[in-house]
């Protein structure tokens, strides 16, 4: 027992971090593993506003081309179902690509960060009742910022808590209804704010650095 303990005190107290982040690592993992809080505004049309949980999965891959200086790529597809301000209910589905950068600050088991990127999203919204059909489908550039802290629980393993905001503009609008399709003012426009914990994997990428 006292041999455990020494073991895991050890385990926990000595410095996790600045190893996987040095010039020539990489890392993967799920950027949406928990989504505790996630609040939408969209603008279409005169309408504005609603309050939206979601599910969904967000690979994400990222390279450190100096010391705590990373680019990577997400991609994400999530699910939502929500009631915008009219009472009508939509089912969005969403795929995001977004190249982004991360800083990282500090040299202890936990480390700071802050993220930029930038990318591509289309949304399909579906309208389904008994007599009517109509899907939207949506495309827009994303601007995103956020900031969290990544916390070493092994050399090759941290988690990652975060806060993100993110803001979309559309530039191509269509909808099919009943099987006729036809473009749409892009007068549309969308700010996403969430949280999350993500279960992060660091490894060695090419030539084995020391």
């Known amino acids: 027992m006292r041999l455990t303990t ?8 000595c410095n996790l971090s ?23 505004s969209f603008k279409t049309h005169g309408q504005s506003g609603d309050l939206e949980r979601k599910i ?3 690979p994400t891959i990222g390279y450190f081309i100096a010391d705590d200086f990373a680019v990577g790529l997400l991609t994400s597809y999530t699910i939502s179902q929500y009631t915008n301000t009219t009472g ?3 089912v969005v589905g969403s795929a ?12 202890e088991s936990w480390k700071p960060f802050l993220e930029f990127g930038i990318g591509i999203r289309s949304d399909q919204t ?9 899907i939207t489908t949506a495309n827009m550039f994303t601007f995103s910022a956020g ?9 090759k393993i941290s988690l990652d808590f975060g806060l993100g ?3 979309g503009v559309y530039f191509s609008v269509w909808e099919n209804e009943n099987g006729e399709r036809r473009e749409l003012d892009s007068d549309y426009s969308l700010s996403d704010l969430r949280s999350y914990l993500s279960f992060i994997y660091h490894f060695n990428f090419g030539k084995k650095t020391n």
């Open 6 to 13: 020494l073991l895991l005190f050890a385990f926990f107290s």
């Open 96 to 107: 995001v690509l977004s190249p982004f950068i991360r800083s990282y600050f500090g040299d």
């Open 126 to 134: 579906g309208y389904i009742r008994d007599d009517w059909k109509r």
């Open 88 to 90: 009508r209910e939509r």
């Open 18 to 40: 600045f190893a996987q982040t040095e010039k020539g690592k990489a890392f993967m993992g799920n950027q949406n593993l928990f989504d505790f809080v996630n609040i939408r």
């Open 165 to 167: 905001y993110s803001h």
């Open 56 to 58: 969904g999965i967000s």
């Open 147 to 155: 900031a969290g802290v990544s916390y070493f629980i092994h050399p």
